[in-house]
């Protein structure tokens, strides 16, 4: 039978004491908490622990894991973690604590292992490039549909053809580089011209002023959550209300943008067109012009690569070793339009499902639509 550790408290030490030194007697293993509200609350809770696990599924599981604690701790309180400790050890025979990465070490604690924490959009070899660095060992990558296989050759990451996308993903810290094989004769840009995507669309950039303000606005309000009192509480949202009201110079006034973190979860789309014109090269982006007749000092013969690389700016709050980035081409298409009009326009390449490929695909959405509705509403 396990050693069940008892929790004891008192109103002070000597009557702590007391109170531990009769326990003893019965219990050979004892834990003091700090006071005898932390010790009822920890008996509550993992009492209620015990409760839910035997009544669902008939027993207590023997992992535990610690959602998104990352503070080298069991709890962002000294005094909850100890106490979170010790039940922990009691329940189970081992536990995940930190979020990072899915390989530990022999001589990790089975009570502070880590564990990495996959997120639902990612693709499947974002997941297989973490596990291939953190575990040192081959891999062998999804390439997805055999549909356009042989149209590319993938240089450095990782590719995946996955219906009308093709999905990038880099390796850890670095970049993922595919090249399309023609035998067209596409034209080669070295360099883009390189802005914010947030630039080209007019959207507007926080200063760094602004974004201090912010940060401080954010952490009262947080302490506030956490507080030991109501008063204690009160205090901190009145300071997170005073900083709201104070000024902050923004971009427009002349101070520093605020431009180096950008969240791993901030995804987007974005509609981009690049065109070649003679010896010029145009981007928009959404409708927006990022560059106009941008002359190329080469316009020989060369070939079109997709990319996509990690920024080392980049931040994750929810996984904080996620250094893996995907880059999504969604229906990648080529174009050649000899001539001034429209309808001049040659597809020289396309990821987009054509002809027959095209209705096949529709008509399987369509099943699959009216499968899910029979399956919900029947």
């Not at 502070?112 to 997941?127: F, G, I, S």
């Not at 990782?158 to 009308?164: G, R």
């Not at 200063?207 to 201090?212: H, L, R, V």
């Not at 001049?344 to 529709?362: A, I, N, P, S």
Request: proline share 3%.
């Amino acid at each position: 039978m396990a050693e069940v550790t008892k929790i004891v408290s008192g109103c002070d030490e000597e009557t702590l004491d007391a109170v531990a030194s009769v326990y003893q007697l019965a219990a050979p293993s004892l834990f003091r908490a700090s006071s005898i509200k932390m010790a009822e609350a920890a008996k509550l809770v993992e009492n209620a622990q015990r409760d839910v696990y035997e009544d669902k599924l008939g027993y207590v599981p023997s992992v535990y894991v610690l959602m998104h604690a990352n503070t080298g701790r069991f709890g962002n309180n000294r005094e909850v973690s100890d106490t979170n400790e010790r039940w922990i050890c009691d329940l189970f025979a081992m536990n995940f604590n930190r979020e990072g990465y899915c390989f530990n070490q022999r001589n990790s604690s089975i009570y502070d292992l880590t564990r990495m924490q996959p997120q639902p959009y990612w693709p499947v070899n974002h997941l297989l490039m973490r596990i291939k660095y953190d575990i040192n060992q081959p891999i062998t990558f999804e390439k997805g549909e055999k549909r356009h296989q042989e149209d590319w050759e993938n240089t450095k990451g990782a590719a995946e053809i996955k219906e009308e996308k093709y999905i990038l993903t880099t390796l850890p810290e670095g970049e993922v580089l595919s090249r399309l094989n023609s035998k067209k004769d596409f034209r080669d840009a070295r360099e883009l011209y390189r802005e914010k995507i947030a630039v080209i669309l007019g959207q507007k950039i926080p200063s760094k002023e602004e974004m201090k303000r912010e940060a401080e606005v954010t952490e009262n309000e947080a302490f506030a959550r956490y507080a030991d009192s109501p008063a204690e509480a009160k205090e901190y949202l009145a300071r997170a209300e005073y900083h709201k009201q104070q000024p902050a110079a923004s971009v427009e006034d002349g101070v520093e943008p605020d431009t180096e973190m950008t969240s791993f979860h901030e995804r987007s789309s974005h509609d981009i067109d690049i065109a070649f014109k003679d010896d010029a090269l145009t981007v928009t982006v959404d409708g927006k012009p990022a560059v106009e007749d941008l002359s190329l000092g080469n316009t020989q013969r060369g070939g079109i690569l997709l990319g996509a690389d990690w920024k080392s700016d980049a931040w994750s709050q929810r996984n904080l070793a996620d250094d893996v980035y995907d880059g999504v081409f969604d229906k990648f298409t080529v174009l050649s339009n000899p001539g001034k009009d429209e309808k001049d326009e040659k597809v020289l390449f396309t990821m987009q499902y054509t002809g027959l490929e095209h209705y096949e695909h529709r008509a399987k959405e369509i099943w699959e639509a009216i499968l899910k509705w029979f399956l919900t509403y029947l």
